[in-house]
């Protein structure tokens, strides 16, 4: 278990507090309108050493519990939720190579990792494959000493300016079941891997969704993540796990942003001679926001203390994932009515939070998925003797 003096957490958090007030909410607005990579922001967490956020000292990371590594994510999102899909897609990358690489693969790959020299990301999704990921196409046959991989991935964070991903594919595509033919590669950018379109979205915007084009990619045996074939399922599913604490701390960021932003705006905003926070139908839906962004964030700590443990804790994360996102969606829609007219204006902040929040019922499976998953896990768990 990764633990932290409570001090330096104190100091980290204090860090980045002052930079998202001194350098990502003054130029949030000109990246996220244009849709523009905000390459000098990129540059600044490299710096603070995000990309190596949760990777492990010993190969140049911070380190960090995930209940620190939530929290950071929370403060970023509440002003800003897309630029901490750069560094969480990226560390799912790390956290594979770490958690399942042979020595040798951890030696080479993680520093480059957590420098930030090589970033990347998860690369899972596919035209027809999306929560359902043994339904994937992409396959990769051995050739001596290589393998051969071809198919299509898509919606991949970090696609394009990402130099590397954790490549999902099918080492045996007749497998029963599906999932015992499936295998996880680091897959760098080279010949035969091309990236195809930019992916338009309503938010989430500046961090590039790609498709990613592999045709006749041949890659080393060695970048087969633990070097035996059938583990890549196991190996994503661990992944998934953080990454589902992550999108739940994006959740909460935004269900707290929209709640400050509509607390704010509620004291200023008179009408019939008083602030419009003393009326009683603002009165209610800020007390509704202020105890679903207290919940949402409980439930995220819960699951990322599980994780810390090393606990299985996909129940606890599908919980943390799907309330929080459900939170952030609720807060950021009753933040914008409390807005009025201007919830609707690009020149306010709520209206970027409103246009990101939907990303996260989606994003690491979906929340129907993550209500099944919590059942069967509390069934489990709660078996009749």
Same mark, same amino acid.
């Given at each position: 278990?990764?633990?932290?003096?409570?001090?330096?957490?104190?100091?980290?958090?204090?860090?980045?507090?002052?930079?998202?007030?001194?350098?990502?909410?003054?130029?949030?607005?000109?990246?996220?309108? $244009?849709?523009?990579?905000?390459?000098?922001?990129?540059?600044?967490?490299?710096?603070?050493?995000?990309?190596?956020?949760?990777?492990?000292?010993? +190969?140049?990371?911070?380190?960090?519990?995930?209940?620190? +590594?939530?929290?950071? @994510?929370?403060?970023?999102?509440?002003?800003?939720?897309?630029?901490?899909?750069?560094?969480?897609?990226?560390?799912?990358?790390?956290?594979?190579?770490?958690?399942?690489?042979?020595?040798?693969?951890?030696?080479?790959?993680?520093?480059?990792?957590?420098?930030?020299? @090589?970033?990347?990301?998860?690369?899972?999704?596919?035209?027809?494959?999306?929560?359902?990921?043994?339904?994937?196409?992409?396959?990769?046959?051995?050739?001596?000493?290589?393998?051969?991989?071809?198919?299509?991935?898509?919606?991949? %964070?970090? #696609?394009?300016? #990402?130099?590397?991903?954790?490549?999902?594919?099918?080492?045996?595509?007749? =497998? /029963?079941?599906? +999932?015992?033919?499936?295998?996880?590669?680091?897959?760098?950018?080279?010949?035969?891997?091309? !990236?195809?379109?930019?992916?338009?979205?309503?938010?989430?915007?500046?961090?590039?969704?790609?498709?990613?084009?592999?045709?006749?990619?041949?890659?080393?045996?060695?970048?087969?993540?633990?070097? !035996?074939?059938?583990?890549?399922?196991?190996?994503?599913?661990?992944?998934?796990?953080?990454?589902?604490?992550?999108?739940?701390?994006? #959740? !909460?960021?935004?269900?707290? #942003?929209?709640?400050?932003?509509?607390? *704010?705006?509620?004291?200023?905003?008179?009408?019939?001679?008083?602030?419009?926070?003393?009326?009683?139908?603002?009165?209610?839906?800020?007390?509704?926001?202020?105890?679903? =962004?207290?919940?949402?964030?409980?439930?995220?700590?819960?699951?990322?203390?599980?994780?810390?443990?090393?606990?299985?804790? *996909?129940?606890?994360?599908?919980? $943390?994932?799907?309330?929080?996102?459900?939170? =952030?969606?609720?807060? %950021?829609?009753? /933040?914008?009515?409390?807005?009025?007219?201007?919830?609707?204006?690009?020149?306010?902040?709520?209206?970027?939070? +409103?246009? *990101?929040?939907?990303?996260?019922?989606?994003?690491?499976?979906?929340?129907?998925?993550?209500?099944?998953?919590? $059942?069967?896990?509390?069934?489990?768990?709660?078996?009749?003797?």
């Amino acid at each position: 278990m990764n633990k932290i003096d409570p001090a330096d957490e104190a100091q980290l958090f204090a860090t980045i507090d002052r930079w998202v007030e001194r350098e990502v909410r003054p130029r949030v607005k000109e990246f996220d309108h $244009a849709d523009k990579w905000p390459a000098e922001i990129v540059e600044q967490m490299k710096e603070f050493g995000l990309f190596g956020a949760t990777v492990s000292p010993e +190969y140049g990371g911070l380190g960090l519990p995930a209940t620190t +590594y939530a929290q950071i @994510v929370m403060k970023i999102s509440a002003v800003w939720m897309a630029i901490t899909g750069i560094f969480n897609s990226h560390l799912m990358l790390a956290l594979a190579v770490e958690k399942f690489g042979t020595e040798p693969q951890k030696r080479h790959w993680l520093p480059k990792f957590a420098s930030g020299e @090589v970033r990347g990301g998860l690369a899972l999704t596919e035209p027809n494959a999306g929560t359902d990921l043994q339904a994937i196409r992409m396959t990769a046959r051995r050739d001596k000493g290589d393998y051969v991989i071809n198919g299509t991935k898509t919606w991949i %964070s970090n #696609g394009i300016e #990402g130099s590397c991903f954790a490549l999902l594919v099918k080492t045996n595509p007749e =497998a /029963s079941p599906r +999932y015992s033919g499936m295998s996880l590669f680091i897959a760098p950018k080279g010949p035969g891997f091309t !990236v195809g379109r930019k992916l338009e979205k309503l938010g989430y915007k500046s961090i590039d969704s790609g498709e990613l084009i592999f045709q006749d990619y041949r890659i080393p045996a060695d970048h087969l993540i633990g070097e !035996v074939e059938g583990r890549g399922f196991t190996q994503v599913a661990g992944g998934l796990e953080l990454g589902r604490i992550n999108v739940a701390a994006r #959740g !909460v960021g935004i269900a707290e #942003g929209a709640l400050q932003l509509a607390t *704010d705006y509620a004291q200023l905003r008179q009408t019939f001679g008083k602030p419009i926070i003393e009326h009683q139908a603002i009165a209610l839906k800020i007390g509704e926001m202020a105890t679903r =962004a207290r919940a949402a964030r409980l439930l995220t700590l819960d699951a990322a203390q599980a994780f810390d443990r090393g606990d299985r804790c *996909d129940m606890e994360a599908g919980m $943390a994932k799907y309330f929080a996102s459900e939170a =952030a969606l609720e807060n %950021s829609t009753e /933040s914008m009515r409390i807005h009025g007219a201007y919830g609707y204006s690009k020149e306010y902040d709520i209206e970027r939070l +409103y246009r *990101d929040a939907p990303l996260t019922c989606i994003g690491e499976g979906t929340n129907e998925m993550q209500r099944l998953i919590i $059942a069967r896990q509390w069934t489990r768990r709660n078996a009749s003797a």
